[in-house]
């Protein structure tokens, strides 16, 4: 089972085990990691579910389809590696994905 990182913007870390098959976004609200709000529940309609995907798995997490791009206009703080995590799906290719939480959502 794939371990996911999330990273607090305050520093602090949360290491779940997920499930292949789930959004990252899913995986951080069933386990209750602050800082994702994910109002559109999942459906890339709003911005916050982001997240910044750290630089050692960019590739590996993917890039962002057209509409994701769009949404991410949305974002605060947007940067290199930001991706709505929503769209960003565990597989075991992703054991160990390290991503960090904006200070804020939206």
Not at 11 to 23: F, K, M, P, V
Not at 27 to 46: F, R
Not at 93 to 104: C, I, N, S
Request: with cysteine; proline share 4%.
């Amino acid at each position: 089972m794939p371990k996911i990182n999330f990273i607090e913007h305050n520093g602090t870390r949360h290491e779940i085990e997920a499930d292949n098959g789930l959004s990252i976004m899913e995986v951080a609200i069933k386990n209750m990691v602050p800082g994702i709000d994910a109002d559109c529940g999942g459906a890339c309609a709003c911005a916050t579910c982001h997240v910044y995907v750290d630089d050692a798995w960019i590739e590996k997490a993917g890039t962002p389809e057209a509409m994701e791009e769009s949404m991410l206009d949305f974002a605060s703080e947007q940067q290199k590696g930001s991706r709505l995590s929503c769209q960003i799906i565990v597989s075991d290719a992703l054991d160990g994905l390290t991503v960090k939480l904006p200070e804020f959502q939206g």
